[in-house]
Each structure stands twice: as C-alpha cells, then as structure tokens.
C-alpha cells in the first residue's frame, strides 16, 4: 500500500537536497509512514507535513527527519537513544539503518503514546526496537553511553544528563530554543576530554520536551 507515494516523496527529499546518504535513502524508502499515522488520516502519510498523533504531539514532516538523521550521521551498528517516540516512525527508520546488531533505545513520557509507538513498530517488524516510559531529559543511564542522541522535542538547552551519556566521538542531535518558537536544530559532538563541538543547523519547529531539564509542561 501507498508504495508509489513512498517512492515518489522519496525522489522529492533527494531532489530538494534533504536526503543523500545512501543507508538513510533505503530507510525511507522501506519503512511505510503510513502505518505509523492514526488511521483517519492515513492518506496524508506522504506529504512533506507534520501531522497529529494525538496527546497534543505530532510526527515530524518527513524533510525535518531526513535531516535530523542526515546530520547526525547515524551509521551501522551505532548504540542509539531517541528521546520521544511518538509514532514510533523515527525508531524505525534509525533501526534500519543500524540494524539490530547496534540497538536502539526510545523514550516517551507518554504512556498511551509509548503504547503506540511500540504496537507501530512491532507491527511492522522493528519489535526489537525498546520503548521505554520515562522522562527523556535525563536520559537512560542503565544503557549509556551512547553513540547518538536524538531528541525530537525542544529544550531550552542540551539537557545535561544526555551530555554527560554521550560516547566520546558521539554524537547529540537536538531542536534547542523557546517555547514552539525560534528554534535551532543543533547538532553537538564529544571530542576527547569531554568538550562539545557545537554546530547550529537551522532553524526548526518542534513541541516541546517537557522534564526536569526542559519544560515544566
Ligand atoms: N519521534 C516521533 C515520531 O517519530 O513520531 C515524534 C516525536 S514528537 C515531535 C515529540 C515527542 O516527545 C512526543 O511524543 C512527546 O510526548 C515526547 N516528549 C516530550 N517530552 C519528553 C520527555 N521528557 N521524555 C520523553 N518524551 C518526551
């Protein structure tokens, strides 16, 4: 199903520049959005456009994905920690590309959300994919340290306990600024001693992560 819409929003993200990395390129092209999309609104699941998950959430649009993943480089067989499932649909796509061998770690806030996310990626096939619910600002120490972050919520800063979780030579890709409003994708990388490069990529739109180091709601 929606196999032609796949194929064809994928040649749009190449051709407008969003997506070049070959392994993220096969990701998009095999993980079917609309499985991870409510129901009633299935037939937008290819359209370059944020939509409703419920819970006042929403699924990223498919070019701010291409480059959440483009630019923090996720490779195979890299350890990952996604703060905000959702949908689920982000932890597939990086499931894709560093297979089971590296692992991938999701956390939501939202139990229904989580519940979700989880039953979406099960059913289609990423059921090795851990969903766990908690709050994601500071992180899932049981696991560290990690090879990537990426948060899919905005803070008002790094959240230092993702910092301190991160590999040396890894890598934290987060949305950082106001409430809904002047944000900048980041992208932070731990060079050895432990200081962060950091890279501003852009401005972007994100709700917010809301925890002990971001939000109060
Ligand atoms: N990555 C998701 C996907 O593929 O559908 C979309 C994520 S949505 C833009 C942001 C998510 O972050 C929401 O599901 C929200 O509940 C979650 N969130 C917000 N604050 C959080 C926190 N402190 N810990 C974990 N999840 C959080």
Redesign the pocket.
Known sequence: MYEREREELVERLVRWGYLSKQDIIDAFKKVPRHE?IPENIRDYSYADQ?LS?G?R????APSM?AIMLESLDIKTEQKVL??????????ALIAEVVRQKGGVFS????DE?AEF?RANLKRTGYGWVQVVV????CGYEKEAPWDRILV??CAPELPKPLVEQMKIGGKLGAPVGQHYMFQTWVIAEKRDKGELKIEERGGCS??????KY?WET
Not at 57 to 60: E, K, R
Not at 82 to 91: D, I, K, P, Q
Not at 107 to 110: C, G, H, L, S
Not at 134 to 137: K, S, V
């Open positions: 991870f944020p998950i819970h959430q929403t699924i990223s994905i996604e703060v905000g499932t959702g949908s689920g649909y982000n932890a956390i939501e806030r939202v959300l996310g908690r709050d994601g600002t899919t919520a994100f709700v917010p992560l809301v925890g971001g």
